[in-house]
């Protein structure tokens, strides 16, 4: 029978996280804990109705309990097709736009104190700058490059003497070589790294200089 099991859902998942035990959630939905227990191994399916009060006390998406999703809200999924960011890049996001709200309000205070004890704070937003950097004609470099210094142990080609592009040591031939002038040097990952490093710290420089600060 269709959709008679979930093998593969986050019942467990989330009620860990949450803190809660089995015999309190099987308590809560009206149900045996062998019963729920039968829901978290995926050998019986739950009603909908418990799956909505789940869905409800829990603050996730059905979808996400099912585990037909990777993100916990229909929101969050639907970002997460449109743009490739994970459920926990989408909450930090989130968490970033209420931290800016937060200290946007905590800015205004500080500007209108008269006391003179205290030296009026600004504190610049996040969101700014991660905007500043998508939207700059420099963001695939800079991105590109830290992606090389994060992981330079699988990127360890370098094409030419100025260092650009680097390319996966699986699309090239002469693995872990660099080719100046013609002339193949054999390169290991750690200078791969240092050479990825100079070539983000250029592409930071020029962004810097780029940037316009917040007028306080």
């Known amino acids: 029978m269709i959709g008679k099991n979930l093998p593969h859902n986050n019942l467990k998942k989330v009620r860990t996280e949450k803190h809660a035990t089995q015999a309190q959630i099987a308590d809560f939905l009206g149900v045996t804990i062998k019963t729920y227990r039968g829901y978290e191994k995926g050998q019986e399916y739950p009603k909908l109705e418990s799956l909505i009060a789940l869905a409800d006390k829990w603050g996730v998406s059905?979808?996400?309990l099912l585990g037909r999703s990777d993100c916990t809200s229909v929101e969050n999924d639907y970002i997460s097709k449109k743009t490739g960011l994970s459920d926990k890049a989408i909450n930090k996001l989130h968490d970033l736009v209420q931290?800016?709200?937060f200290l946007n309000d905590s800015n205004i205070k500080n500007a209108q104190r008269t006391d003179n004890a205290v030296r009026p704070v600004h504190i610049p937003s996040i969101l700014k700058t991660i905007n500043f950097v998508l939207e700059s004609r420099r963001a695939t470099n800079l991105?590109?490059?830290?992606?090389?210094?994060?992981d330079s142990s699988k990127y360890t080609t370098l094409l030419d003497g100025s260092f650009k592009p680097l390319v996966s040591k699986d699309l090239y031939p002469a693995d872990n070589d660099l080719v100046a002038g013609g002339v193949m040097i054999k390169i290991d990952s750690d200078t791969n790294k240092a050479l990825a490093k100079n070539l983000l710290d250029i592409q930071l420089g020029k962004l810097a200089?780029?940037?316009?600060p917040t007028e306080k």
């Open 62 to 64: 059905i979808d996400y």
């Open 99 to 101: 931290r800016d709200d």
């Open 143 to 150: 991105l590109t490059f830290m992606t090389y210094y994060l």
């Open 209 to 212: 200089a780029e940037y316009k």
